[in-house]
T-cell receptor, first 109, second 111 residues
Framework: GENVEQHPSTLSVQEGDSAVIKCTYS??????FPWYKQELGKGPQLIID?????GEKKDQRIAVTLNKTAKHFSLHITETQPEDSAVYFC????????FGQGTRLTINP | DVKVTQSSRYLVKRTGEKVFLECVQD?????MFWYRQDPGLGLRLIYF???????EKGDIPEGYSVSREKKERFSLILESASTNQTSMYLC??????????FGSGTRLTVV
């Protein structure tokens, strides 16, 4: 199946700093790129997505950028807060969603 | 509030048992999915369904089967549970072209 590589696997940042998580993929036909956030004891929840005709999308402190030529897309969280601590997954669509391996983000007060 | 409900949060089963994991959604979604989640591997697709009585294999279907007799319900079946099926199982649903809504997961331990 389609391969999605996500880095880093863990990320620790000081509260107020920015966090960036990156995913690369191999199928150039992919055209939908969502990001999910999973809090402890819960299922993943969609936080932002981007489609292949757009290079960047922003929603308050969260943004996603897409570089189709290089086949990578990134999640940017600015002004991080303790409630941003969670596991984040990128995904692409290939029939069904194919997920990256996940990034455990910890915000240190 | 729209929901995907998984019948059990925690299950402990014995090796060789037949195990049923149930998932129900109240959003009239056409599509339903079963994933398993393991540390360092992300979410891996087991089976999915685009319509009632329809099923498609995902990336890791071996040892599993599914049933979708009604639109709102999608069941995952472990025909003969093995210890390597100890995992977190996540059910999701979506409308055509829509984002996925996940349940809270079932943590299955096979002993």
């Amino acid at each position: 199946g389609e391969n999605v590589e996500q880095h880093p696997s863990t990320l620790s940042v000081q509260e107020g700093d920015s966090a960036v998580i990156k995913c690369t993929y191999s199928d150039s036909a992919s055209n939908y790129f969502p990001w999910y956030k999973q809090e402890l004891g819960k299922g993943p929840q969609l936080i932002i997505d981007i489609r292949s005709n757009v290079g960047e999308k922003k929603d308050q402190r969260i943004a996603v950028t897409l570089n189709k030529t290089a086949k990578h897309f990134s999640l940017h969280i600015t002004e991080t807060q303790p409630e941003d601590s969670a596991v984040y997954f990128c995904a692409i669509i290939q029939g069904a969603l194919v997920f990256g391996q996940g990034t455990r983000l910890t915000i240190n007060p | 509030d729209v929901k995907v409900t998984q019948s059990s949060r925690y299950l402990v089963k014995r090796t060789g048992e037949k195990v049923f994991l149930e998932c129900v959604q109240d959003m009239d979604h056409e599509n339903m999915f079963w994933y398993r989640q393991d540390p360092g591997l992300g979410l891996r697709l087991i089976y999915f369904s685009y319509d009632v009585k329809m099923k498609e294999k995902g990336d890791i279907p071996e040892g599993y089967s599914v049933s979708r007799e009604k639109k709102e319900r999608f069941s995952l079946i472990l025909e003969s549970a093995s210890t390597n099926q100890t995992s977190m199982y996540l059910c999701a649903s979506s409308s055509r072209g829509g984002g996925y809504t996940f349940g809270s997961g079932t943590r299955l331990t096979v002993v």
